[in-house]
């Protein structure tokens, strides 16, 4: 009778084989996206990142610049300790707003060396762009109310331009507020509100109807 083997004995000492449990899970150590080591990213020199910061690209055209993403410029940007010109004008903003300040003097990309306001979202900007904004919006309201009116004077008829028309209002105890550059700032549906409540005149016949000179006739649109 031939010699059992060592390994028998010891399956038939732990009694059959069993496979082991397969694993639901995933050990908290693995992660379920790729980790990018150091050694992974793309070399760039220092020199020449210092060179296209110092022009003052921002994170993008860098990038473009080297041809490489913008997350490969941010990691070489910490790495070699610099910063972009916009980069640093955001944490130099936030060191004057948390001071205190609420004017400062920079540089604007339209008007050159100019006052900057600090504005209720916390950023500042340039007091000259902000009122150029500010009119365009207003003459783009007047324009509006202008067309929807008639775009015309209710008394003589003039329709050369709408600077020169203005709206009157013919119950003064109806009047909410000017339509003048004032009102204009409110938003469209307050001005359409107020509007519908005034006759078009041109600037001689509003002053004439103001003074009593000249009355409105009794057919003009009113609310």
Same mark, same amino acid.
């Given at each position: 009778?031939?010699?059992?083997?060592?390994?028998?004995?010891?399956?038939?000492?732990?009694?059959?084989?069993?496979?082991?449990?397969?694993?639901?899970?995933?050990?908290?150590?693995?992660?379920?996206?790729?980790? +990018?080591?150091?050694?992974?990213?793309?070399?760039?020199?220092? #020199?020449?990142?210092? *060179?296209? /910061?110092?022009? &003052? $690209?921002?994170?993008?055209?860098?990038?473009?610049?080297?041809?490489?993403?913008?997350?490969?410029?941010?990691?070489?940007?910490?790495?070699?300790?610099?910063?972009?010109?916009?980069?640093?004008?955001?944490?130099?903003?936030?060191?004057?707003?948390?001071?205190?300040?609420?004017?400062?003097?920079?540089?604007?990309?339209?008007?050159?060396?100019?006052?900057?306001?600090?504005?209720?979202?916390?950023?500042?900007?340039?007091?000259?762009?902000?009122?150029?904004?500010?009119?365009? +919006?207003?003459?783009?309201?007047?324009?509006?109310?202008?067309? #929807?009116?008639?775009? *015309?004077? /209710?008394?003589? &008829? $003039?329709?050369?331009?709408?600077?020169?028309?203005?709206?009157?209002?013919?119950?003064?105890?109806?009047?909410?507020?000017?339509?003048?550059?004032?009102?204009?700032?409110?938003?469209?549906?307050?001005?359409?509100?107020?509007?519908?409540?005034?006759?078009?005149?041109?600037?001689?016949?509003?002053?004439?109807?103001?003074?009593?000179?000249?009355?409105?006739?009794?057919?003009?649109?009113?609310?």
């Amino acid at each position: 009778m031939g010699r059992v083997p060592a390994v028998s004995k010891a399956a038939n000492l732990l009694g059959p084989a069993t496979t082991p449990p397969r694993a639901t899970h995933r050990p908290e150590h693995t992660f379920a996206f790729s980790v +990018r080591f150091e050694w992974q990213i793309r070399g760039v020199d220092r #020199e020449e990142l210092a *060179r296209l /910061v110092a022009l &003052g $690209y921002t994170q993008r055209a860098i990038a473009v610049e080297l041809g490489c993403v913008q997350t490969t410029v941010r990691y070489w940007l910490r790495r070699w300790g610099l910063k972009t010109q916009p980069t640093l004008a955001i944490d130099d903003g936030r060191g004057a707003r948390d001071a205190g300040i609420t004017e400062r003097e920079l540089d604007c990309k339209k008007h050159g060396r100019a006052r900057f306001v600090l504005d209720t979202q916390g950023c500042y900007r340039c007091a000259k762009c902000r009122a150029d904004r500010v009119a365009t +919006r207003r003459r783009q309201i007047k324009e509006i109310l202008v067309t #929807e009116a008639g775009g *015309r004077c /209710v008394l003589c &008829g $003039y329709d050369r331009h709408v600077a020169a028309l203005h709206f009157h209002h013919r119950d003064p105890a109806a009047k909410r507020f000017g339509l003048g550059a004032g009102g204009l700032t409110r938003s469209l549906a307050s001005a359409r509100a107020e509007a519908a409540k005034c006759d078009l005149l041109c600037s001689n016949c509003h002053a004439e109807v103001e003074v009593g000179f000249a009355a409105l006739p009794p057919d003009a649109d009113c609310a």
